[in-house]
């Protein structure tokens, strides 16, 4: 399955209530921006946890990744932004400050 294949998948997934609103898209729009949010909360604990017990959960973590990429391929779906296309940019960006930082490196 293709990142696009995925979201449009996901996009078709209408939760309970929240476009029902006038600000219908508003609200979903902070629904998913708030559920990116908490699930990324949940990966932070459940590494904490990791750490603290020393106890990997690989599965766990899968599990949370998977519900993260839901809320981020939805958000972008939700604000008319292609995830493909902002895999690209991150990728230029990453190698942009990569570049940047081996250019600081040099001696003068």
């Given at each position: ?45 459940h590494l904490k946890k990791c750490l603290r017990d020393d106890a990997w959960d690989k ?50």
């Amino acid at each position: 399955m293709t990142i696009e294949e995925y979201a449009a998948w996901a996009a078709a997934i209408t939760p309970a209530r929240v476009g029902t609103a006038a600000n219908s898209e508003e609200r979903l729009i902070c629904y998913l921006a708030l559920g990116l949010a908490g699930e990324a909360g949940e990966i932070a604990d459940h590494l904490k946890k990791c750490l603290r017990d020393d106890a990997w959960d690989k599965d766990r973590l899968a599990h949370e990744l998977g519900d993260l990429i839901y809320y981020w391929t939805r958000l972008c779906v939700a604000t008319g932004l292609q995830p493909s296309d902002l895999l690209e940019l991150s990728k230029k960006n990453i190698e942009a400050r990569i570049a940047k930082a081996k250019q600081a490196a040099r001696p003068a």
